[in-house]
């Protein structure tokens, strides 16, 4: 059912004020290495983009973000690299967006485009 379908945003990161913090400074004097390609397209240093926000509350699906230690609690048997984002069904969950594919991305059109293209359209279609 579709409407039972939701997209879970999973941060190569962990939830807390002193991770925050740290991630703050990983951004500000290491962005290169900072290791939540998810977070370094849809946050600029201190709070979520608008563009992203506005964008998320226009997808079809339901949208759930959660750190690593949350994701992990939930699924603790999931083994595929962090960040993605996944498609949740009555049937399980389905990676749409893996780590490699957000590393890809060069800017925030870049997400939007692949949401679309391999998490909202394509799951929908199983005959490919």
């Known amino acids: 059912m579709h409407t039972a379908h939701q997209l879970l945003f999973v941060y190569n990161a962990d939830s807390g004020a002193f991770n925050t913090l740290a991630d703050i400074g990983?951004?500000?004097f290491s962005p290169a290495t900072y290791a939540c390609a998810l977070c370094?397209?849809?946050h600029g240093i201190f709070r979520e983009k608008a563009q992203w926000r506005s964008f998320v509350a226009s997808l079809p699906l339901k949208c759930?973000?959660?750190h690593r230690g949350e994701f992990l609690r939930q699924h603790p048997r999931c083994q595929e690299p962090?960040?993605?984002v996944f498609l949740q069904?009555?049937?399980g969950l389905t990676c749409c967006l893996s780590a490699d594919t957000l590393r890809s991305c060069r800017n925030l059109q870049d997400l939007q485009r692949l949401i679309y293209t391999h998490c909202i359209n394509e799951p929908e279609d199983s005959s490919q």
């Open 40 to 42: 370094a397209i849809t």
């Open 82 to 84: 962090l960040p993605a």
């Open 64 to 66: 759930i973000f959660l």
């Open 89 to 91: 069904t009555a049937d």
């Open 26 to 28: 990983h951004k500000i």
